[in-house]
C-alpha cells in the first residue's frame, strides 16, 4: 500500500508516486531510489567520515589502540574484516564508507607508538623513558590527563617534538592514505586534527586537502603547539596555500563543550568580530560537525526551550585535564550551540557586513579506535578500552559510566557528481552537505520562489530543485514582490534503516530589534497524524522492545517530501532555513549493552531508546 505524505500548513498532500518505489509502513520495498534513478540525477550522496583517530593518536594509543593503525582504519572504512585491536574479536563494519579522513592528532602524531615500537632516538630522550614507563605500568589515563594538560596550556614535550620525527610520521600517514586512494570507488583525504584546547575549552579543527602525497610532503601538519589560536591557523593555511598549492578545509567540532568560545561573539584575542574575520573565517571553515560521539552540537533545551527535541545525546563533560579528573560539567551558552550560532551570525552580519557563522553542517564519528564506528548495533566505543559493554559503565578518567556517555554518531552526506577527492572537496566548500547521526537517511532540501506544490511528487525532482533553486548551503536574495521563499524537500530511510517520523523545517531569522529568534515547524510527517489545536504533532509510536533490542516500521513512512513556503516570511528580515528529519524510535547502543549484560535497561544512566536525525546545512534569506 503507497502511502500518503502529508504536509504542514495544509500546503501539499501528496502520494509519492513516481518519485520512488512505493513503500509501505510494515517493511515493504526499501525506501530508496533505485539505481537509475540515482544515475540519472545531477550529483549523488556519498557517505564518509571526517574525524577518525588511530593508534597514531597519542590518546587512542594509550587507551588501548595500539595496533588499529591508518591502514586498518581504510581497510575497516572500506567493508574488511579486521581485528579489534582491545579484545582482538573479527569486526566489520555494516555499511562501508565512500570516504575517509584519518585525522589522527598533530601533538606528537606517531610518537607513542614509535616509542613502543622501540624508536630508539625517542627512546633516549627524558620524555621517552617517562612515557615508556608509564606505559609499560598500565597508566594510559594518567597520561592521558597529562596529555591533555600539556595541550591546554600548549606547552610541547620539546624533545618528542622534533621536525625530524613530525616529518618521518607525517610522511608514513600520506603514504598510507595514497595507496588507499582509489578515484570513482573509495576517496581517503590526506587530514590530521588540530587540537587546540585553551584553558580546557574545545576549539578543535579537522583540516583536510584534495591534493595528493606530492603537495602533503611539502610542509608538517600545524599543530596546536605551534599556536592554539584559530587566527594563527588560518594565517598558515593561507601562507602554506600560497607556497604549495594546496587547498584546505578546516571543520570545527565539539563546539558542545567550548565553554562559549566556538561561536564566539569576539575575536581570539577578545576583540570584536570585524567584517574581515569573518570572511577568513568562511574562507577556511564552511562546514562544522554538528554531531559525533561526544554529543550532539545541534541545539540545546536551555537554548531552545519550545523545542521538544532539543534534548538529543547531550554530553557535558569538561575536557579540562583537572575538570576530567573532577568530572565537571561544561557550560551551555550560544556560542556552543550550532542553532545558535547561526542566530549570532545574522545578529553580526546585519552589524558588520558579513556573516562568521554561515556554515554547512555534517556528522562525523571522532573515533579513537581506528574503526568508524556510528551503528548503534555495533558499535565499537569511543575509545578501545569503552568497546566492550562492561567497561562502557566502569569508571573512566575517574568518570563513572563515561564510555556509556558516548553516542554512536554520526556520518557525513555530501551530494557530488562523483566519488573523488576534487568533487568532493567542492561538496565541502559549496556546504551541499549534511549530517545524520548514524542512519544513511537521503536528505534533499532546496529553496527557491516558484517551485509548485506537486513538485514534491514528480520523477525528477533533484533536477527540478537545481534548475529553480538553490540546493543546501545556498542563498536566496532579494525576494520577489509578494513572494515568500518556498522549499522543496525530500527524505528517504537508509537502506537498512528504521522508517521516517517527521520533517521539520527549524527557522532562524532577525526581529525588529535584530535579535536572532528561532522557529521549528513541523512541515512532513507519517501515518496520517492531523496537526492538534496548538499545533503540535502527536508522536508516532514506539516498537522497540526492550527485551530483545528489536523493533519494526510498523509505524513511519519509508520516504517523506514537501514544498513548504515560509508562512511568517518577512522580505526585509535576514533568516536562514535547514531541514531536521527524525526516524521512528530506535534502540541506543546502551540498551544492546544492557541486553548482553543481563542488566536493567533503566540503571544504564540514558534512555533506552533514541530518534536519529539527519540536519541538512541551511539555506539562507538576505534581503
Known sequence: MQKRLVAARALVVITASGLLPACSSGGGAPGYATAAAVRAEPTQVFWGDTHLHTSYSPDAFFFGNETADPDTAYRYAKGYPVFHPYHKAKIQIGTPLDFLVVADHAEMMGVPLRLAQGDERLRKTASGKRLIKM????????????????????????????????????????????????????????????????????????????????????????SSFDSNKPEDLWTWLEATTARTGASFTAIPHNSNISGGLMFNDVDGEGRPITAEYARTR?????????????????????????????????????????????????????????????????????????????????????????????????????????????????????IKGFGADMSAAGVAGVWSPANQRADLFDAFQRKEVYASTGPRIRLRFFGGWGFADDDAGKKNIAQIGYDNGVPMGGDLTNAPEGKAPRFLVYAIKGPRGANLDRVQVVKGWLDENGAAQEQVYDVAWSDGRQLQDDGSLLAVGNTVDLATGRYTNDIGDAQLSTVWQDPDFNPATRAFYYIRVLQIPTPRHTLYDAIALQMDPDKTGHPPTIQERAYSSPIWYTP
Open 135 to 222: 606505559f609499560k605500568a598500565g597508566k594510559g589515563q594518567e597520561f592521558f590527563i597529562e596529555f591533555v594538560g600539556r595541550i591546554n596550556t600548549n606547552v610541547p614535550y620539546e624533545d618528542l617534538n622534533g621536525e625530524d620525527t613530525r616529518q618521518s610520521v607525517w610522511s608514513d600517514m600520506v603514504a598510507i592514505t595514497e595507496r588507499h586512494n582509489a578515484p570513482g570507488r573509495f576517496t581517503s583525504f590526506i587530514g590530521w586534527e588540530w587540537t587546540s584546547t585553551p584553558s580546557g575549552k574545545n576549539l578543535h579543527r579537522v583540516v583536510f586537502m584534495p591534493q595528493g602525497g606530492e603537495v602533503a610532503s611539502k610542509f608538517i601538519p600545524y
Open 282 to 398: 568562511m574562507k577556511w571553515e564552511p562546514v562544522i560537525e554538528v554531531t559525533q560521539i561526544k554529543g550532539d552540537s545541534e541545539t540545546d533545551p536551555i537554548l531552545s526551550p519550545n523545542d521538544e527535541f532539543a534534548a538529543f545525546e547531550p554530553f557535558s563533560h569538561a575536557i579540562d585535564s583537572e575538570a576530567l579528573a573532577e568530572g565537571a560539567v561544561a557550560s551551555i551558552g550560544p556560542g556552543d550551540f550550532a542553532r545558535a550560532a547561526l542566530g549570532r551570525g545574522l545578529e553580526l552580519e546585519a552589524t558588520v557586513g558579513a556573516n562568521p557563522y554561515k556554515f554547512g553542517m555534517i556528522g562525523s564519528t571522532d573515533s579513537h579506535t581506528g574503526m568508524s564506528s556510528a551503528e548503534e548495533n555495533n558499535f565499537h566505543g569511543k575509545t578501545a578500552y569503552d568497546s566492550i559493554p562492561e567497561n562502557r559503565f566502569n569508571s573512566f578518567i575517574g
